[in-house]
């Protein structure tokens, strides 16, 4: 694991945009795995700036997002691909047809689950995979469990979890109670992956799962095991890692 530890959030969003710049650039089809939630969306605005500077280019890349709730459309304000839309593609030059996420509206869990798999699997896997960390160490929408679920999955989102994403709603019960993830498996063979941690709210949790012990309880700990993992977070995310 190769730690960078950045000042704040705005030096974090720019070295991991350092490191998906540089990976498009050397790669320019490459497949990005990419993650919603609030950590990725400054390093979305650094690669964008870039973008409209002339710096980087995205119109080969390909892209397969983490995760979706179950039963949001992609037009729903509230769901991963307009997220992404709203945050990241409309503002470069990436092929949209060439942007994947799993399909919320699909209720049947089984054929979308081996659509997405096999989707990955054809675009030849993940050249780089972008992680947040979510309080209770998830990562994509896999949860706290006694195991590590291999392939992509419907999953029941935890207490925690649900708590944690409510404020991107208007109340508790109108966030969804499931979704469709990534499972390790998928994360674990991207060639490379970079996570994005920021605040003092994540510290706990940052020792837990990169200095503690491997356990499916973390679903990140198993980061620990890969073989090209690099954590980028600021200095409140890393106040109890002191190495
Ligand atoms: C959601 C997403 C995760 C993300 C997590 C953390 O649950 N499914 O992929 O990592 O939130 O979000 P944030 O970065 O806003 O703390």
Not at 142 to 161: C, Q, S, W
Not at 184 to 201: K, L, W
Request: aromatic content about 10%; charged content about 25%; proline content about 4%.
């Amino acid at each position: 694991m190769k730690l960078i530890r950045a000042r704040d959030y705005k030096h974090m969003s720019r070295q991991a945009a350092n490191i998906i710049s540089a990976q498009v650039i050397l790669k320019p089809d490459s497949v990005l795995g990419l993650a919603t939630g609030s950590s990725p969306i400054g390093a979305y605005q650094q690669l964008i700036k870039w973008y409209e500077k002339g710096d980087v280019d995205f119109a080969e890349v390909q892209t397969v997002n983490l995760d979706e709730y179950i039963g949001l459309d992609a037009e729903n304000e509230q769901s991963y691909a307009y997220f992404m839309r709203n945050q990241f593609f409309d503002h470069i030059n990436i092929d949209q047809s060439k942007t994947h996420i799993p399909d919320g509206t699909n209720l049947d869990a089984e054929a979308e689950c081996e659509r997405y798999d096999r989707l990955i699997h054809s675009l030849g896997g993940i050249d780089l995979q972008l992680l947040g960390l979510g309080p209770n160490g998830h990562i994509g929408f896999n949860e706290p469990d006694d195991y590590f679920p291999k392939g992509t999955h419907r999953v029941e989102l935890t207490k925690a979890t649900i708590h944690a994403n409510m404020r991107f709603f208007a109340s508790v019960n109108d966030v969804p109670r499931a979704a469709y993830t990534m499972g390790i498996c998928d994360i674990m063979q991207a060639h490379r992956v970079v996570m994005v941690v920021s605040g003092e709210g994540k510290a706990e949790i940052v020792k837990k799962a990169f200095y503690g012990p491997v356990t499916p309880q973390v679903p990140a700990s198993i980061l620990q095991l890969h073989k090209d993992f690099t954590l980028v977070a600021d200095e409140a995310a890393l106040k109890y890692v002191t190495e």
